[in-house]
Nanobody
Framework: QVQLVESGGGLVQAGGSLRLSCAAS????????MGWYRQAPGKQRELVAR???????NYADSVQGRFTVSKDNAKNIVYLQMNSLKPEDTATYYC??????????????WGQGTQVTVSS
């Protein structure tokens, strides 16, 4: 069971930056996908950014060019660098991991979430 712990959330003014970190309890080298989702009040959880074990990265259209996802396999940490933040980026951000093993069901892991609030 992989445990994911997020940090780095907070309150920032529009146009500012934050860097979220997600520390995993074990090696992330074997995790097929890691990334970030977010959920704003009254809205569905949505994908923000993800990176695969092959380091392929995907981003939501709304954050493309502003956010960057990266991972450090040696430290077992995934980052989300968020620049040019907008009030609509306000949400709880969740770290996510997916493990796919041959012949086994896919297993998802989630962190507890970290709040990001962007003031106008």
């Amino acid at each position: 069971q992989v445990q994911l712990v997020e940090s780095g959330g907070g309150l920032v003014q529009a146009g500012g930056s934050l860097r979220l970190s997600c520390a995993a309890s074990e090696s992330i080298f074997s995790l097929n996908v890691m990334g970030w989702y977010r959920q704003a009040p009254g809205k569905q959880r949505e994908l923000v950014a993800r990176v695969t074990s092959a380091r392929v990265k995907n981003y939501a259209d709304s954050v493309q060019g502003r956010f960057t996802v990266s991972k450090d396999n040696a430290k077992n940490i995934v980052y989300l660098q968020m620049n040019s933040l907008k009030p609509e980026d306000t949400a709880t951000y969740y770290c996510y991991a997916l493990r796919v093993s041959a012949g086994m069901p896919k297993v998802e892991y989630w962190g507890q979430g970290t709040q990001v609030t962007v003031s106008s």
